[in-house]
């Protein structure tokens, strides 16, 4: 299983009868992480009205503030929409400077929804995928023919270290670790044996 986020921070804005809403998005991995994004675009607008916020974490942690705003008109409708969006790991504040007009509970709603959805739909988005960190050991002899079957795997080269034999440090999506086993094995006939060092989630 995979999951989706976004790559970098990214940002977008519109006005909505005079009051100019701004929309910013980062990948975030914690609730510490969060608040630090939080925070740092409230000191970049600290001149603004509201800074309304949300984040969701793949951990299934979330939280919202309407930051001002009537209750229930601001941080919900961002957060709504970001939960729609199917990304997570991601945090987004719609900052606003109220232009004279107001727009209404039903217009904050829409009006705050909209600035979620342009800072997600400004993100770069990454599948991430479950992979694992394997290592193994070949023989000289049989390391260019391995080099040249390991693209069929699908697999990120971490590093590769030239000793006495070829050590490959390497991430494959889960689904693949048992094909590549059956590679090597038969490559090596049995002589080099692959270890799992690992599993996390990378974008492939």
Not at 137 to 143: G, K, R
């Amino acid at each position: 299983m995979g999951y989706l986020t976004v790559k970098k921070q990214a940002q977008d804005e519109f006005i909505e009868k005079k009051s100019r809403f701004i929309g910013y998005i980062a990948p975030v991995k914690t609730a510490e992480e969060a608040a630090a994004f939080i925070a740092g675009i409230k000191q970049k607008h600290w001149d603004a009205t509201h800074n309304v916020w949300a984040y969701l974490l793949k951990d299934g942690q979330k939280r919202y503030s309407d930051d001002g705003e009537p209750q229930g008109t601001a941080g919900i409708p961002v957060l709504d929409v970001m939960e729609k969006s199917g990304a997570v790991d991601i945090c987004v504040v719609a900052t606003r400077y109220f232009g004279g007009i107001l727009l209404g509970g039903g217009g904050l709603v829409r009006a705050y929804a909209h600035t979620a959805k342009i800072a997600l739909d400004a993100a770069e988005k990454l599948e991430m995928t479950a992979c694992k960190e394997l290592e193994l050991t070949v023989d000289y002899s049989l390391y260019g023919k391995l080099n040249y079957l390991l693209p069929d795997y699908q697999v990120k080269m971490l590093h590769v270290d030239f000793g006495a034999e070829v050590t490959l440090r390497l991430l494959i999506k889960n689904e693949k670790v048992f094909q590549l086993e059956e590679m090597v094995r038969e490559l090596t006939n049995g002589k080099s044996t692959v270890s799992i060092l690992g599993e996390r989630f990378e974008a492939f």
